[in-house]
């Protein structure tokens, strides 16, 4: 099925402005224009978008996401290269997972802090709690 750039817009979130940036920088070379010089968005084309917007979404810059899809449009001269892309991309993922885990721990440790703050009518109280401040101590000073 074909669709227009609005109804391409619309099936994927995305604005018809970003889908133009997106083909001037190069992602979009697989789209087809009409007679009318329209473009014509395909099935495979809005899974293309919906890739594109997964890459961007774990932080792979637009430069990588155009090299990607060159390689892809060379073809299997470029696995090993497609494979690499996607290995590097997954670890870059799982460090990025680590890190909002420490930061996920140190809000928790505030939120733990505040409710019993709230409870006993002070901070300071709080802070003399012995689960909190071992909690502290084990989110705050944990190496890495």
Known sequence: MGYSIGQAAKKTGLTTHTLRYYEKEGLLPFVRKNSSG?????????????????????????????????????????????????????????????????????INYKINLYTEAVKLGSLAEAMENEELKALKKKVYDAAG
């Open 38 to 106: 329209l473009r014509v968005f395909s099935d495979d084309d809005i899974g293309w978008l919906e890739l594109i917007e997964c890459l961007k979404g774990v932080g792979m810059p637009l430069k990588d996401i155009r090299q990607y899809i060159d390689w892809n449009r060379e073809g299997d001269g470029t696995l090993e290269l497609r494979l690499n892309m996607f290995k590097q991309q997954k670890q870059n993922l799982e460090n990025q997972l680590r890190q909002l885990q420490k930061y996920m721990e140190k």
